[in-house]
């Protein structure tokens, strides 16, 4: 059983501090990608637990807030006209 939630890595990614060069940059790892492919798949086959559900939910919050923060970013590395 997998403890760690998959939405994790962003947090530690926020909390580490970062640039918008290295937000632009961000992406899961395979492992993370992996698990969340897991969870849509149980989702969508009826077979997922409460909890799962629930840490789906938070992952795909995270990516929202993620590509918003990417949108932002990129506005802060672009060359001033």
């Known amino acids: 059983m997998n403890t760690t939630k998959s939405y994790e890595e962003v947090i530690d990614f926020i909390a580490a501090g970062t640039t918008p060069e290295a ?7 395979d492992s993370v990608q ?11 086959d009826g077979s997922i637990s409460p909890e799962d559900q ?7 919050q995270f990516e929202h807030i993620m ?6 970013a990129r506005q802060h590395t672009q060359p001033s006209k």
């Open 23 to 29: 937000v632009v940059a961000f992406h899961p790892s």
């Open 34 to 44: 992996q698990r969340v492919a897991e969870l849509v798949e149980h989702s969508g």
């Open 54 to 60: 629930s840490e789906l939910e938070d992952y795909l």
């Open 67 to 72: 590509i918003m923060a990417k949108a932002r």
